[in-house]
């Protein structure tokens, strides 16, 4: 099962999904919003909040009941190593918090999405509710799950991303809208935010799942990053709009973001392979980054260090006082210029591999 949009009630769904099938879940469930009465702009009109039938539950004990059944089974269909991802605000994250540590969940982060265009507290009582918290789990604490941490650093412009993210709330034509002009959903989510959590916790052709599709972002953003997608949808009005959707989302032609290639390690490459094709010569002398002659090469591809011969990797640190240390990173060799022996390692990945 990929690639469809399902209408009909989530857990009853995931009861036919085969167990573990699944790779990455992104779950925007009802918050249990419990707004009561109208709620009222400064200049007096009327905003239109949560006030949907879905999202409305008698008590406390029926919310937990209807959030066990179907983490339950998110649980089930999720492979042993994949991603689950939950959202949601102060009304509901904290019993969803519990609620998966009972089921032996393990909680690697709680990212905080920080709406840079929150809408305000008309009345003045309290703060502006800015921020909704998801919880990121594997199915247990051994899981090896998949995060493309090179990937978002690159996205965070160089620098390692935070569990912070600031992002506005969908406004202007990411905003769905139906055939009467309103908006179509009143919780849907940016596609930035779906973005980054599929690009840090997902690979190309994973299955991807959302079992409260609304609106469809997740279903959109995981076709055009190349995964599949299981939207499920209970209210069949949203269905036609998120398969138009769907159908007008284009492949993203970043292939790096695709193939998450930033996080591919690149093939081994001895310094042995070096000196047999003479990019590195036995015997030459070896410097730090400072141009401090350090050591000579030997023809093992071992260095010797005042009258010991070392591994670059133990001769670096040696030198720098360390238990151990990147030769790579360390050793440099005269050419033109002072160079580092870590190009002519990417020099032949390039032409003999």
Known sequence: MKDIIINGDCISVLKKMESESVDLIFADPPYWMQTEGVLLRSEGTKYKGVDDDWDKFKSYNDYDKFSFGWISECKRVLKKNGSL????????????????????????????????NPTPNFMGTRFTNSSETMIWCTKEKNSKYTFNYKTMKHLNGGKQMKSVWNIPLCTGKERLKNNLGEKLHNTQKPKLLLENIILSTSKVRDVVLDPFVGSGTTASIAKMYKRYYIGIEKEKKYIPYIEK???????????????????????????????????????????NKNGVECGVLLKDGKVLIDGLTYSIHRGSAKILGLTNNNGWDFWYVKRNNLTP???????????HL
Request: hydrophobic share 35%.
């Open 341 to 351: 022996i870590d190009y002519f390692r990417d020099k032949f990945r390039e032409n």
């Open 245 to 287: 959707r769907i159908n007008n989302t284009k492949i993203s032609d970043n292939d790096d973001l695709i193939y998450n290639t930033y996080d591919i390690k690149p093939k081994r490459v001895p310094i042995g392979e070096l000196l047999k094709v003479g990019y590195l010569k036995e015997n030459e002398k070896m410097y």
């Open 85 to 116: 991802w939950i959202i949601g605000a102060f009304q509901n994250i904290y019993r969803i918090g519990y609620i998966l540590q009972e089921l032996d969940m393990w909680i690697i982060n709680d990212v905080i999405w920080n709406k840079t």
